[in-house]
């Protein structure tokens, strides 16, 4: 038998809290793979718990409190304005603000009737650079998305990004998939089948309502940016076809369960990295690593950097060039940033050694990088002209590269409303990505995804 090399998840997004048949479908799916002994992670959404509560379904949130990868998927999902909706026209403080004010009675509600939750998933198309650096207020440190509705592109291992670990993983399944079964179940076991001898990870996603259902509950009463008057639970399939579905989806389980791929869930994962701690470099790590990978994440002996913390090691040596390394922790994107692209004079001597200096010091107060240009020096440009090359133009930071173009973007999610591009949220997704930068995992060497395995 050939050694296990790709990892996969199957994340549930327990959401729908009109349709009452949805309730049984998640109890049927978490019966289904406890027998094959399958690890799942569930995203509830605190507005389905309130239902479930109010339904009297204590048997499901008894089931619930046992499993040990519990997410959090928003406070009310697709209810107007959804998370993105509200939060596009804000500043990013202020979006911040209103994320961690709308989204933590949501938490609570979970945590009190399940468990605290141990990740994020945002919900349908809300994907909010904002998570980034909210979510540990609200108890969490894990933003588990997927490529699909991710900013990011598709990464097969995890990743830091602000301060959470970052899960944006390839989705391997037909889309949609619920209401696809039982007709799909060949394609669905198809698709796992193509990861076999693989390395990275991915992830299945499924939501128990489609199931039962034979549309999405939130397309019938949240479509296009308008609320249905009145809401109705999706239009539910008979009997006879949910119990073919159901049934499907166990026969789904069980030909993937016996595959070449080692089943994991969204707590694994995490328990899998190593916690931050500082990266030691010197100067010449640093050159070597830049030229290597340009202004992104970069590797060097002691572990990753991210651009942030590059650029900050950077100008920490500069200033004290007899220190042979420096030890780096943490370093924030700044609160206002947009690429450099046009071409820059040469920097003089002096205003190279003001902007190294402004570097430094807002890193040691804010825990940040100064928001740029600098006395006119932008800070790619300032970092190439610490690494010598003071009158080069070297293109787009490497770490954008990590960003979906607009166009590639899930903006034509059925729920929003028509033409809706929130092009701040994009800008911010940008800035952020700073501090984008491979995870080290607790494995041997052998089974550490390499540093290209980030989709492309």
Known sequence: MLPLTARGLIRFDVEDFLTPASDDALLYMMAAMRRQGMPGSYGLVGKKVWALGERGREDILKELRQERSLGFHSTSHSEHPTIAEELAPLDYPAAVHRFLERERPGVVAVSQA???????????????????????QLGMDLYFTDSFNSYVVDLTAPYWYGEVLLLSFPVVNPRPFGLGLPGNLKQAIEFIESWEGKPGTFMVMLHPTELVTYEFWDAVNFAHGRTREVLVPGPVRTALEQRQAL???????????????????????????????????????????????????VQVRDGFLSAAEALYALAKLSRSPAEGQVAVSYVGAPSNWRADDGEKPAITGHRLRGFSRAVVEAVETTGRLPSGPIGGVSLEQGMWALLGRRDVRNGPPAFLRYIKDPDDLHWD??????????????QDARRLAWTLKP?????????????????R
């Open 413 to 426: 999610w059925p729920i929003f409303p028509e033409q809706f591009r929130p092009m701040r949220l994009w």
């Open 247 to 297: 049934e499907s989806f166990a026969s789904y389980l069980q030909e993937i369960r016996h595959k070449n791929i080692e089943w994991c869930d969204a707590q694994t994962i995490r328990e899998m990295v190593e916690p931050r701690r500082p990266v030691k470099v010197s100067r010449r790590e640093l050159e070597h690593a830049i030229y290597a990978h340009g202004v992104g994440p």
């Open 114 to 136: 399940v468990g605290a939750p141990r990740y994020f998933t945002q919900p349908g198309a809300n994907w909010v650079p904002e998570a980034a650096e909210a979510l540990p």
């Open 439 to 455: 995870a080290a995992l607790k494995l041997d060497e052998e089974t550490i995804a390499d540093f290209g395995g980030r989709g």
